[in-house]
Each structure stands twice: as C-alpha cells, then as structure tokens.
C-alpha cells in the first residue's frame, strides 16, 4: 500500500467508525439498542426500563417509563424511528414507574396486561399525583400535560399471542411474583426476554405481602426453560439469564437462614431483628429486607 493509499484507507475507518457512533448514539443518553429494532430506555441506573420493539406493522411499547419526562423522552425516540403509530403497549407489571404514562401512547395505542390489571391500577389510583408532580418543575408540568388514566384495554389470562408483522410477541403471566398483575414478554424467534420485576439487578426488591417466594422461584425456572440469549429487567441494566441465578441464590439463603431460625422458636420480631445477609451487603434496596423476612417467614411457617 502507498502512502496516498493507506491515508485514504484511515480516513475511511475513522468515516465509519465515526458513524457507527453516531448510529449507536443516535436516540440518545440511556438507549441500549438490543437487537435490529428492539430499543430499552432507562434514564438513570435503577429506573424502570421502558422499550420499543419496530415491526412493519407498527412499534409496541413494553412499559411506560419511570416518569413523565422519560416517557417524553421514549416517544420521541419512536418518532426518530418510525412514522408509524404505536399499536400495543404491553406492561409487564401494575406500578406507576411503568403505567402512569400510558397516556402519552395510547390513543392509538391499545395496552394490554394480564387478568387483574386495570383493577389494580385504579386501587392504586392517587388523583393528586398528576398535580404534585407538575409542581415540581416546569420541565415537569411540561410533560405531565394531557394526562389521564389509560387501563389496560385488553386483560388476559395466563398467555396470549401477539403477531404483528415479521415479529411474535408472547405473554406470559407471571403469578404473585411483584404486583397484581404481571407479565414477561418473550419473543421467540429474537431469543430476547423482557422479565418483568421478578428479579432487579442486584437491589432487594420491594415485596408486597401477598408475593410468593415460591412462585418467585417458579417464574425465574419458567423464564430460564425459554432459553433467552438477552435478558430485559423492569429495572436495570439489560443482562441475561445470570439475574435469575442470582436472585433464587438470594431466595434460597435467605429462606434457609429464615427456616433454621424459626426451628430454633424465634418468632418473626426476632428473625427480623437478628437475621442479617452480609453477602448481599452491596444491594441497593436493603431497607426492604425487613419485609423479605416476612415473605419468606411466610413461605417456612406452612
Ligand atoms: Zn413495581
């Protein structure tokens, strides 16, 4: 190669690896492209992720965002992508941090969640919260125009197929693992997993009272038997199946540490008070052990 020669062969390397960039950071901070098309967005470490996955029949949403402005933020994304308009909006739990901006998609799009959702939703409705969160900043009260409570339009029960486009989308309900209503969805010919909260990234996951350790147990064994090659959290970064080993570890220590102490006659006061999990000491969230210790002295007491 001459001089002339190997100049313009650099250039051309750093043109396309100047593009790549820029193709890799086109949507923005926080984007995490997956596969062809399947986009997470999460704007800070913890937030729940919300994602878009293309198809040539239109985009599907798979949650809301944490908050208003990220829900914004997911929107425009899809405009960057697509002209055309979002048709689904698969949730994969109940909770405001991935429900509250339905609004933004839907209409035209339709949301869909298992057996139980739209019920949950409207418990848990706070009719102040749109307010209080408009007076938090102008950015805020930005974002938060137009809202109102969207439910799901469609609810089913156990599993239900999608097909849109060149794409499957299968839904699978996920029984007593985090909120009333939870749903993975796995799309089966991308080998890619969106989890639901049954398992965050290391962080201690806020148990409501009537989740089941065994259940938990049951859907990381069900979501491992797909055989997913990429896995998307409700929170956290996209990893893959590594999270479920991680988080039955830390069910079946602490169920273990939770049993052996209630052999002993400790009462649950006491098993709280006691019981510690240094192992997990760099989790986020341990303020919520406590009420893992409930759950899981649930689980032992029968
Ligand atoms: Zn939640």
């Known amino acids: ?63 809301a965002c944490q908050r208003p402005p990220d829900t914004r933020h997911l929107m425009a994304a899809v405009k960057k992508l697509t002209d055309k308009p979002v048709r689904f ?11 509250f901006g339905h609004w933004v998609f839907s209409p035209p799009a339709v949301v869909i969640n298992a057996e139980g959702a739209g019920a949950a939703m409207k418990k848990g409705f706070d009719p102040k919260r749109a307010e209080a969160l408009a007076a938090e900043s102008p950015e805020m009260a930005e974002a938060v125009k137009g809202y109102k409570m969207v439910v799901p339009h469609i609810e089913y029960k156990n599993k239900m197929t999608i097909h849109l486009g060149e794409r499957t989308f299968e839904l699978l309900y996920l029984k007593n693992v ?98 510690k999990m240094p192992e997990y000491a760099d989790w986020a969230g341990q303020n919520n052990l406590p009420q893992n210790i409930t759950v899981a002295y649930e689980s032992v007491k029968k």
């Open 89 to 99: 909006l698969i949730d994969t739990e109940v909770h405001n941090d991935h429900t």
């Open 1 to 63: 190669m001459n001089n002339f020669a190997r100049r313009l062969f650099c250039t051309a390397i750093i043109f396309l690896s100047s593009t790549l960039s820029v193709l890799s950071q086109e949507l923005g901070q926080g984007f995490t492209k997956v596969k062809d098309g399947i986009y997470v967005y999460a704007s800070k470490d913890g937030n729940s992720t919300c994602s878009v996955v293309l198809t040539e029949e239109g985009p599907v949403i798979i949650d």
């Open 178 to 275: 985090h909120s009333e209503a939870d749903t993975a969805v796995w799309l089966p010919k991308e080998r890619v997993l969106f989890s639901a909260s049954a398992a965050n990234v290391k962080s201690i996951i806020n148990l409501r009272p009537f989740v089941r350790i065994s259940d938990v147990l049951a859907s990381y064994k069900l979501m491992k038997s797909l055989n997913p090659e990429i896995v998307v959290p409700g929170h956290g970064a996209v990893t893959t199946t590594k999270i479920f080993d991680e988080y039955e570890a830390f069910y079946n220590l602490l169920v273990k540490r939770v049993g052996e102490m209630a052999a002993q006659g400790k009462s649950l006061d006491e098993i709280k008070k006691e019981l």
